[in-house]
């Protein structure tokens, strides 16, 4: 599991990062800072692997706190501020977050670091599952058991060969959590694994015997699954 903290002088902003994280099976808080000084002392004493940095904080700003440290860990700033983004990257930031930031903007951000999280630990290939909130818990799926996903409501449902199981996500959050171009949605309400196709017609798709519908707007989205664009 990636281990993490996140340091901004604004208390609810953290609360918005723990809530956030709190969704992501990959990804544990670790600790939360209002003091940049308090947090660079964690870093010191703990192996972290991400840290969720504001950038405009009393003291020091986020971009020197980052250049103080000698080997500093991976980083996402999180701000309501756009002109510093060129300059995080500079310092090769995995992202840059303009507050108010979405379940699925947060996401994508944290999957771009836990992609390089495996890779550091030798995962060439990248993460071969998910973690999913069902219930109360987090349940481990792998990517190559994912047959589609479907909007149920205000849940998605990930079917699998001999399951299926509810988790409280949107499209949108379904999407960022799947590797493209191995998921690609057909439908307003479907999100197809590209493998598991064996059978395309113009208005609709087979995956084994089941028939999922192909959405006007997204024709042009087959051509990832039939190699044609």
Not at 3 to 13: L, R
Not at 14 to 33: D, P, R, T, W
Not at 90 to 101: G, Q, V, W
Not at 205 to 224: H, M, S, T
Request: proline letters at 5%; charged letters at 25%; glycine letters at 6%.
């Amino acid at each position: 599991m990636m281990k993490a903290i996140a340091i901004d002088d604004e208390p609810i902003a953290l609360e918005i990062i723990k809530a956030l994280a709190a969704k992501i099976g990959f990804l544990q808080i670790a600790g939360v800072y209002t003091d940049a000084f308090e947090a660079m002392e964690r870093l010191r004493q703990d192996r972290i692997d991400l840290v969720f940095l504001d950038i405009k904080m009393p003291d020091i700003s986020g971009i020197e706190f980052i250049r103080s440290i000698p080997s500093p860990p991976m980083v996402i700033f999180t701000t309501a501020y756009s002109e510093h983004a060129v300059q995080s990257f500079e310092l090769d930031a995995i992202d840059y977050l303009l507050k108010p930031f979405s379940q699925a903007r947060f996401l994508k951000a944290c999957n771009k670091a836990y992609s390089l999280y495996e890779l550091k630990r030798g995962t060439t290939a990248g993460p071969d599952a998910v973690f999913i909130k069902v219930g109360y818990g987090q349940v481990r799926i792998r990517l190559s058991d994912i047959l589609y996903v479907q909007s149920t409501g205000n849940y998605m449902q990930f079917v699998l060969p001999e399951e299926k199981l509810l988790s409280r996500l949107t499209m949108a959050e379904a999407e960022a959590l799947l590797p493209s171009p191995a998921f690609v949605r057909i439908h307003r309400s479907y999100v197809v694994a590209s493998g598991k196709v064996h059978r395309v017609e113009r208005d609709s798709l087979w995956i084994g015997d089941r028939e999922l519908p192909i959405g006007a707007g997204y024709v042009q989205e087959i051509g990832k699954i039939t190699g044609r664009r």
